[in-house]
């Protein structure tokens, strides 16, 4: 474990708050009304949905959504920490001072609150205390970070505990709490608050049912809704329906036409991307992250458009913890209905538990331990008239650059900076 990673576990609130202390003059200075996103997946596209819907009315928190990143982004500091100590010595200095006479002028902030730690979100809850809250989607990420709250007793399980954390959010929202209405646990807990502490904001519940139609390619997607007809240039997925139910009714709110045409709209990198490939593949890259619910989430989305000639590449589900088996089992089922020509698997736990489930099943498979496996098996295998989808970890980015038609995309790909430029490099990728 690195000095900064032992560092950030030991004292991560201590020095948390320290900035905080800071950048909240900054913050009071500014005094924007706060649209906070929230849940286990969709939150970075639903800030770039806002960005397009409100445009320069509203500052928007790129790359910060920790209790770090958010003090450092009020103060104007994007970069953050990049790993040595000597960029920590750096931020101790320039908060401060930063505090004294930056603040941003927008009218909003819409900020994205990852919660992938136990108290993290309402540290942010309490000192940011937002007008609206969007609570997108409730799963077990970082579940491997809650598994000391389930040994301790705290909590029944992990999805109590996982729901429990980003309930912080809503507890402490002051106008309006957004929240899928189709999630049983998410109800429940905004019950909870709402007999245990005075909420003042109304809960508006949205529904993916609110969809009427929803017409996809590799290349496009739209979503019809009765009022509304949303357009994307890229393959997004049904669950997306969701945040799209969530804008419409934030627009309402806050007396704003909706916007539909989101063509331009410049995705965040590793979710659902279009792009040409070598030879004529078809490439869909959505390798940002995984776990169970973004990657059935993506499995729906191909299994919809039908095509013939689909290929899967999947990598291993990370910090799952105790239940890593369980989740990667799970997957054979969303496979299975996407009715893929070829599987493609890399990982270690991919191997040990998805594999058996889908031999049962004789779907089409091959498993490596690396992407540099992956990518020969590709190259050889392939005829041009193949749609590979990208879902996971294992650096599957790399295998994604070394596919691509053109090698300018590249910038458009996750994992850009060079920290894992050198993380790659360490593995022999290049």
Sequence with gaps: MSFTA???????FVVAGYFRFFANH????????????????????????LECQLGDRAHYSHNANSAFGIAFDLVGIHKG???????????????????????????????????????????LAKWLRPEVTLWIALGRSHAIQFEHQVDSGEFEDLDRAITH???????????????????????????????????KADVVEC???NLKGYVISPKSTDF???????????????????????LQKLCKYLRLKPKTD???????????????????????????NAHLISINSVLEMVANMKERHLWIVLGDMIEQGKIEGEEHRKLADAIENAHPEQVILVG?????????????????????SDVKGARKFIEENTTGKEVLVFKGSQYLEWLVEKLLKNPEDASKLPRRDPIYVKRREKRGLY
């Design 165 to 199: 954390e980003f309930a912080m959010l809503p507890q402490y929202t002051q106008k309006k709490i957004y929240i899928d209405g189709d999630i049983y646990l998410m109800k429940k807990a905004l019950q909870k608050i709402k007999e245990h502490h005075h909420i």
């Design 262 to 288: 989101f063509s331009n709209m410049v995705l965040p990198p590793g979710r659902s991307s279009y792009f040409p490939g070598k030879n004529g593949l078809t490439l869909i890259d959505s390798s940002y």
């Design 224 to 246: 019809v809704f009765e009022d509304n007809v949303f357009h994307f240039s890229a393959p997004q997925p049904r669950d997306l329906a969701i945040q799209l139910d969530m």
């Design 348 to 368: 270690r736990r991919l191997k040990k538990y998805a594999y058996p489930e889908l031999e049962k099943r004789k779907i089409k498979t091959e498993v490596f």
């Design 207 to 209: 529904f993916k049912s």
């Design 81 to 123: 920490v990049v790993g040595t100590k000597l960029r920590w010595l750096y931020l101790f200095v320039a908060v401060p001072i930063r505090s004294l006479f930056f603040h941003y002028t927008d009218e909003f902030y819409v900020v994205e609150i990852d919660g992938e730690r136990p108290h993290e979100t309402e540290f």
């Design 26 to 49: 900054a913050f009071k200075k500014w005094h924007p009304r706060v649209i906070a996103i929230t849940g286990s997946v969709g939150k970075t596209t639903m800030l770039h949905i």
């Design 6 to 12: 032992r560092f950030k576990k030991r004292f991560y």
